[in-house]
């Protein structure tokens, strides 16, 4: 009965910024060690950023700077703020928690105009 839901990709101009949501509904949300991912060439889905339970952060090198990972436990809310876009951030992004079986949301669509 677990999903995840995606929201707040949109199209942006080199430079701006963008806030991603991900509501997630499973029971156990707050102990999960949650990712934000997009695909990578190859056709796999890349980890850009993650949190755990108790708010520790690591990110892809690639984001690293520019990208902020946070949750909200009480609300089964994943963010990621996405500042200092570039056009080689255009993707579908994807919340998803580590080590627990779910079915992948829909993503969220970000496009970054040049």
């Known amino acids: 009965q677990a999903q995840l839901v995606e929201s707040g990709g949109g199209l942006v101009q080199t430079g701006g910024s963008l806030r991603l949501s991900c509501a997630a509904s499973?029971?156990?949300?707050?102990?999960?060690?949650m990712g934000w991912y997009r695909q990578a060439p190859g056709n796999y889905r890349e980890l850009v950023a993650g949190i755990t339970s108790s708010g520790n952060t690591n990110y892809a090198d690639s984001v690293k700077g520019r990208f902020i990972i946070s949750r909200d436990n009480a609300k089964n809310m994943v963010y990621l703020q996405m500042n200092n876009l570039k056009p080689e951030d255009t993707n579908v992004y994807y919340c998803?928690?580590?080590?627990?079986?779910?079915?992948w949301g829909q993503g969220t669509q970000v496009t970054v105009s040049s």
């Open positions: 499973g029971s156990k949300f707050s102990t999960w060690v």
């Open positions: 998803k928690p580590q080590g627990v079986y779910i079915n």
